[in-house]
């Protein structure tokens, strides 16, 4: 049996790494353990592979009516137990921040540097530099 794997087929997971498509979907509970919504996507950072910020998805009824909140990374904690995410601030702190509903925002610095200073979390820099 070779170790190769087809092309296009996800490398095998382990305990500690997760193929970014499962990461889609995943629930996320706040600190009382209730339901928020689910990570919608990641942005990573091409340079490093970090991923910098989780955005999720909550709200809406069969996909109409979702609301998208993009949330630093730093702030979700998981649980292998329940395999899902955690955030510790309060849901009304989450609701308020930024988001979007249809049209992504383009997540440029000006972008990158709201959402980092509405969760007190630090300045990341977008530039190439």
């Known amino acids: 049996m070779s170790d190769h794997q087809p092309s296009g087929s996800p490398a095998a997971e382990t305990n500690l790494l997760v193929a970014s498509n499962r990461i889609d979907g995943t629930k996320v509970t706040g600190r009382d353990g209730d339901s928020i919504g689910s990570v919608h996507s990641l ?12 955005v999720l998805s909550l709200g809406g009824f069969l996909g109409l009516g979702k609301s998208y909140y993009p949330l ?15 955030v510790t601030i309060d849901r009304r702190l989450l609701e308020g921040g930024p988001s ?10 000006a972008y990158a540097d709201r959402v980092s200073s509405y969760y007190g979390s630090p300045k990341i820099d977008l530039s190439l530099t």
Do not use: C, H, V
């Not at 979007?100 to 610095?109: G, M, T, V």
């Open 43 to 54: 942005m990573i950072d091409k340079r490093t592979g970090r991923s910098m910020y989780a």
């Open 72 to 86: 630093p990374f730093e702030l979700l904690s998981f649980d292998p137990i329940t395999d899902s995410y955690s």
């Open 100 to 109: 979007w509903a249809n049209n992504p925002p383009e997540f440029d610095q």
